[in-house]
Every structure is written in structure tokens, then in C-alpha cells.
């Protein structure tokens, strides 16, 4: 190869490793803003699993999140070679792991004063909505959009 090809392809890598260092930044910051909005610390938004725990407890119930962890842990732990009943153990972890998910984006959509046309691109396009949400005029109003104060 050219070296000069070689150079533009080393470019282009560093340029779209910024960009993604960029979103994450951005997500990230979105995140602390939809918990700060809601009354909570910034910070607990950037621990993974435990930002999960926290959002289901400002938008749903504590035991789905729970509930979410057995079927992610449920499915990992089936073999893929297990056979016919890790097969159906697998899909139904996986089917569980799904409902919860896309309940949960309703939840907070809900939670923030929309409705399910919000709630679908969270569940779709999470990291855009995820922006939207984060640097939004939306409110906190409370698990199933009730009117909270903290």
C-alpha cells in the first residue's frame, strides 16, 4: 500500500475515535442532567449497573430491575451448545431481558412527561433521545408521570 494511503487511513481512525470520545462525553453528560433533573446526583449516572438501578427506581419499581439482571444473567449463563432446554431457557431470558427494556424506555419517557411516540425513540434511537431528554426543557415528574417533589 501507498504511504500516503496508509496515513489518511490512520486519519480517518483517529478522527472517528475522537468523535466517538466526543458522543460518549455527551452521552454521559446527558445522563447526569436527566438525573440531576430528577433530583438525584450527577454522578451515580456514570456507574454502570448501578445508573440502571437508579433509573428504575426514579421511573418503575426496584424488583424489574432485578428481575432485567436474572434474565441478562440467566442468559448469559445458558450454553449455546446447551441443547433443546438451554435453547428455550436462552430465548426466554432473552424475551424477558426485551419487555423489560422496552417497558423501561416507556418508564422513562413517562417519568420525564412524554408519551410513547418519546418513548419508541428511546427505545430506538436511545442515544439521540437519550440527548434530548438530557438537554431538554422535559421535567422530572415522577414514576408514571406522576407530579413528584423531592
Given at each position: 500500500m501507498d504511504m500516503a494511503f496508509m496515513i489518511i487511513l490512520l486519519?480517518?481512525?483517529?478522527?472517528?475515535?475522537?468523535l466517538a470520545i466526543v458522543w460518549y462525553i455527551l452521552q454521559a453528560?446527558?445522563?447526569?442532567?436527566?438525573?440531576?433533573?430528577?433530583g438525584e446526583k450527577g454522578?451515580?449516572?456514570?456507574?454502570?449497573?448501578?445508573?440502571?438501578?437508579?433509573q428504575f427506581r426514579l421511573t418503575w419499581e426496584?424488583?424489574?430491575?432485578?428481575i432485567w439482571i436474572l434474565?441478562?444473567?440467566?442468559?448469559?449463563?445458558?450454553?449455546s451448545d446447551g441443547g433443546f432446554f438451554f435453547g428455550i431457557a436462552s430465548w426466554l431470558?432473552?424475551?424477558?431481558?426485551?419487555?423489560?427494556?422496552?417497558?423501561s424506555a416507556f418508564k422513562l419517557s413517562e417519568a420525564y412527561g412524554h408519551g410513547m411516540p418519546f418513548a419508541l425513540?428511546?427505545?430506538f434511537l436511545k442515544p439521540i433521545f437519550t440527548l434530548?431528554?438530557?438537554?431538554?426543557s422535559s421535567q422530572y415528574m415522577g414514576p408514571q408521570g406522576r407530579v413528584f417533589s423531592r
Open positions: 486519519g480517518l481512525g483517529f478522527l472517528l475515535f475522537a453528560i446527558a445522563y447526569w442532567k436527566i438525573f440531576t433533573k430528577a454522578w451515580k449516572s456514570l456507574i454502570p449497573f448501578y445508573s440502571s438501578y437508579i426496584v424488583k424489574y430491575y432485578w434474565c441478562i444473567m440467566g442468559l448469559l449463563s445458558c450454553p431470558f432473552e424475551i424477558g431481558a426485551f419487555v423489560i427494556t422496552a417497558v425513540g428511546l427505545f434530548i431528554l438530557g438537554f431538554g
